[in-house]
């Protein structure tokens, strides 16, 4: 009865703690919209409140050149100091406006900011695990909602990135991991996305381009990786890495789950294979794309300038 009571505990709190998460990460969407909806109406009201503003001038100025007479007189006094109050009123809501404006788009800035940074590899600098699951799940859905809207899934590993640890330090590990998550930003355009999955593992979904674009873009990451030297510990020390990376385009049949299997699949290919390389599955098959051979550039600076080239096509 004691180990069914302590695990019937630590099974409730596991449930807790995940549906706790999931309501706070709704409450902060919650949140985010309703500020973006209240600064949508403060915007409004303030081009309102201009437009009031500019009428009861106007309205002034022909009040203000009435002739006069005995018995418009007082009245039309009157009507000169409410318009004036109305328009000193009008002029504090505006600036009440602004300073409410900016009060909000600071908060929401500030909401924004920590949605970011819970989705973000506070070492690599890219998105970190639950950053790759719900890109992936957007990508999936979107994907089945308009099949034109193709991408593709890349899963890297760095060769014996354990070598490198025990060679040169943690601390050199961690300066290679950090340069990798930087050269593989600089490798694809900004609608693409960059994650960490753990350890020595990265995600890469390329979008919008085809079976054929998205071997090439994958062909000339690795190249690129393997190309240049990564510094290590501001020694003068730097050291050469290789990728095994491992591709699947998205299919009509695909879901999160079924296009992952197949990219990880693909990468244990790579590996198998002699790693350094690109693995893709297709069509239930396994096909080896862009095998060690690198092609002929003079600098690592050349080979992404080309790479840039095309990838801005």
């Known amino acids: 009865m004691g180990a069914g009571l302590l695990c019937g505990f630590f099974i409730g709190r596991f449930y807790t703690l995940k549906n706790e998460t999931r309501r706070l990460k709704n409450d902060r969407d919650r949140t985010l919209s309703g500020l973006m909806a209240l600064m949508n109406s403060t915007n409004q009201l303030n081009d309102d409140v201009d437009v009031h503003s500019v009428a009861l001038q106007d309205a002034s100025q022909e009040i203000d050149r009435l002739e006069r007479e005995d018995h418009f007189d007082d009245l039309q006094t009157a009507l000169m100091s409410n318009i004036t109050r109305v328009f000193q009123s009008n002029r504090k809501l505006e600036n009440d406006l602004v300073v409410s404006r900016f009060q909000l788009e600071s908060q929401a800035q500030e909401l924004d900011r920590s949605r970011s940074e819970a989705r973000t590899d506070g070492l690599c600098n890219v998105g970190n695990r639950k950053a790759v699951d719900e890109t992936l799940q957007f990508m999936v859905s979107r994907y089945q909602q308009d099949r034109k809207a193709s991408f593709g899934l890349m899963l890297v590993d760095i060769d014996h990135f354990k070598r490198i640890n025990d060679t040169f330090g943690h601390q050199a590990g961690d300066e290679v991991l950090t340069s990798i998550s930087f050269a593989l930003k600089e490798c694809v355009r900004p609608k693409d996305f960059v994650g960490r999955l753990g350890g020595d593992e990265f995600c890469i979904m390329l979008d919008g381009l085809s079976d054929v674009d998205v071997q090439l873009v994958g062909t000339r990451i690795r190249s690129a990786i393997e190309l240049n030297d990564f510094s290590l510990n501001d020694s003068g020390q730097s050291t050469v890495v290789t990728m095994s990376m491992g591709l699947a385009v998205i299919?009509?049949?695909?879901?999160?789950?079924?296009?992952?299997?197949?990219?990880?699949?693909?990468?244990?290919?790579?590996?198998?294979?002699?790693?350094?390389?690109l693995c893709m599955i297709a069509n239930e098959s396994i096909e080896t794309v862009g095998l060690t051979k690198v092609p002929d550039y003079a600098s690592y600076d050349e080979f992404k300038t080309q790479l840039n080239e095309f990838n801005t096509q």
């Open 251 to 277: 299919e009509p049949t695909d879901n999160a789950e079924s296009l992952y299997e197949r990219a990880d699949k693909a990468l244990y290919k790579s590996k198998q294979l002699g790693r350094n390389r």
